[in-house]
């Protein structure tokens, strides 16, 4: 049974700094991208982050740009998340899956999701 746990969520005022991690059992994800999205109350799920197979491509939203940083150890069957300068606006479940990029889209490729992680910035 493939599972996608996320850990590392919490509390943190604006202008600090966490690092999430994403842990995944039953199969190894060292040949797929892995992503991070988030889900804040009232909105729909949205990517933040990738990074392919071997690491060398990443891809960041415009909102995280320049403050996330995304990384991997197949090692360990393991992603990261290190966020800075966080902002009251990056309060969110914070969720990772396995993903599909195209020329057009990068999107979930699991349909089930783990429990996520909050991570909620007060200002």
């Known amino acids: 049974q493939v599972q996608l746990v996320e850990s590392g969520g919490g509390l943190v005022q604006a202008g600090g700094s966490l690092r999430i991690s994403c842990a995944a059992s039953?199969?190894?994800?060292?040949?797929?991208?892995m992503g991070w999205f988030r889900q804040a109350p009232g909105t729909e799920r949205q990517l933040v982050a990738s990074?392919?197979?071997?690491?060398?491509?990443?891809y960041y939203s415009e909102a995280v740009k320049g403050r996330f940083t995304i990384s991997r150890d197949n090692a360990k069957n393991t992603i990261y998340l290190q966020m800075n300068s966080l902002k009251p606006e990056d309060t969110a479940v914070y969720y990772c899956?396995?993903?599909?990029?195209?020329?057009?889209?990068?999107?979930?490729?699991?349909?089930?999701w783990g429990p996520g992680t909050q991570v909620t910035v007060s200002s």
């Open positions: 899956n396995a993903v599909v990029t195209t020329v057009n889209s990068i999107r979930p490729l699991l349909n089930s």
């Open positions: 039953g199969r190894s994800f060292s040949q797929n991208g």
């Open positions: 990074i392919s197979s071997n690491g060398e491509r990443e």
